[in-house]
């Protein structure tokens, strides 16, 4: 698993084609939303650090996680593509092992432009506001916020493409992640902003209470009801509390591991 | 290791039978394995390194049965493979794409498994190029990566489809002697189309046609097949229609066939003694004329 993550990591992280998808998209960031661009994130209280950070990581997890899907799609089927894998799956390495190893590497490897630009824009936050600590809140909502939906998107990115041409499989993402993340429920019925939903809602307003007073509690349920007349989803938008943004990465684990172990059973099937 | 396939068939979706009841005996030591496109012969390797499973019939590798995991773990870690299209990672190095199978066959000493990298890039002689991306590599090269990866782990089974195949003369001939001088306690199986790598490097072969074994035995014993059925015709006029050409060679304004066939192919043939082509040809030929 150690040697497999190792050189997943290797080969996915000199990928020129990732970086520069990467900073197209940072650019795409920068020039159209002032979130991200501007000193205050966007947000009301931009003395607070932790507000800040909890603030980039939704807009971060917008755009980013589609050229972090997209540039996994070809991973795992690209052994047999490249006709590596009579040589790789005739070594006493185990399977199960090389495919956490290619998971876990190749998701690593795609996550460091993400983690660049992310630190980089805490990093100037931190400059600019003299606030070190925002250093340390960034690390926690990184990996609270955002790594739980990666994993899900990772795994996701690596089952899809055994189904379908890597190229669809890219198209279909783009469409699930706009039409089932991005765009709210009011607009389109969907699952976006459910506890089955990967953009990270849950962590920011149940466990960090993002622009909460004090008792208020964040109900997805209610927050789109304005225009949502079909409700079909809300049986998965409980309220957001510390327990159900637990949950919500428990989850995304979950998910991530029930679609890896698919992926493991599509291969024990074809071996024959 | 000495190999026991018993009633092996191999059926795949659509009803394709690529190996049908298929029983034999591989002994240690150097062993070839002809047959044409489709005769069945990737199939069988597939099978012995355990990518495939069998529809049915038994193979013992070494006293392990192939079919089941711990039979197949066992025998996968006495193995070196190189298949017929070998892949690499292109974005990899030589030595890289080496270190990284050498760790998945358990070279887990980092000093051990450079020195036994080093060695087989000396080997096949890819000591200058070991640095250099393989995405720049000449099919030969990749050849040669492919054999040093199938030989790093030292095997005892060694398992090569087509190694020479886009190898030039000499490497080809250092190759078949390297095949040959690892084979003394080991057995390495030898597929190939080229039937002097067969002729050079093996005592014992098998020759496979549609999924079956025809003939199993001494390279002798082949080359006998053609006993008494290989001619030559000087002609400056068509060449027989009688019989199985093997080669044409201009000779002044004439040509000189060699011809495979049961009786004499044209007036004035002369008798010549066979070679393994020869053998084999005679054996497909009586193959072919069975219904």
Known sequence: MIATLRYEFLMQVRRPVM????????????????????????????????????????????????????????RLVRDRRLGVDAVLDTTPADRTGRLVGKYLGACAATAVPFLAAYFARALVYVVAEGRPSALGWAVAVFVTTVVPGLLFTGALALAGPLLMPPMLFRVLFVVYWFCFVVIPPSVLPSPSYSIISPEGDYMRYGLYREGLAEGEVYRPSTAYAALDETGYFNFLRPDATPATALLWAALMLALALALLALVRLHAARTES | ???????????????????????????????????????????????????????????????????????????????????????????????????????????????????????????????????????????????????????????????????????????????????????????????????????????????????????????????????????????????????????????????????????????????VAPTLEDGYLALMEAGASRP
């Open chain 1, 19 to 74: 970086w520069i998808v990467y900073a197209l998209t940072v650019a795409v960031l920068l020039a159209t939303g002032p979130g991200f661009s501007t000193l205050s994130l966007g947000g009301s209280d931009a003395r607070d650090a932790k507000t800040a950070m909890v603030l980039l990581a939704p807009i971060m997890m917008t755009l980013m996680p589609i050229v972090y899907g997209c540039m996994l799609a070809d």
């Open chain 2, 1 to 271: 290791m000495n190999i026991d396939i018993s009633q092996l068939t191999k059926t795949y979706k659509g009803g394709v039978h690529a190996l049908d009841g298929l029983t034999l005996h591989i002994p240690t030591g150097m062993y070839g394995l002809l047959g044409s496109n489709g005769a069945g012969k990737t199939t069988l390797m597939r099978i012995l390194t355990g990518l495939l499973k069998p529809t049915s019939g038994t193979v013992r590798i070494g006293g392990h049965d192939i079919t089941t995991p711990d039979g197949r773990l066992a025998v996968q870690r006495a193995l070196g493979y190189l298949p017929q299209d070998l892949g690499v990672y292109p974005e990899l190095t030589a030595r890289q794409f080496l270190d990284y199978v050498a760790l998945l066959k358990g070279l887990d000493s980092r000093q051990e498994r450079r020195r036994r990298i080093a060695e087989l890039l000396e080997v096949v002689s890819l000591t200058d190029a070991a640095d250099r991306k393989v995405k720049g590599f000449s099919g030969g090269m990749l050849r040669r990566v492919g054999i040093a990866q199938a030989l790093l782990a030292d095997p005892r089974l060694l398992v090569v489809d087509e190694p020479t195949t886009g190898l030039d003369p000499e490497e080809r001939i250092r190759f078949r002697t390297l095949l040959s001088q690892l084979a003394g306690d080991r057995t390495v199986l030898l597929s190939t189309h080229i039937l002097d790598d067969v002729a050079q490097t093996c005592r014992r072969l098998a020759v496979m046609a549609k999924g079956r074994l025809v003939f199993h035995g001494d390279i002798g014993h082949l080359v006998s097949y053609a006993d008494r059925r290989v001619w030559t015709v000087t002609t400056t006029g068509p060449a027989p229609a009688v019989g199985k050409v093997v080669s044409a060679l201009p000779e002044g304004p004439a040509m000189r066939y060699r011809v495979v066939s049961a009786t004499p192919p044209a007036a004035g043939a002369q008798p």
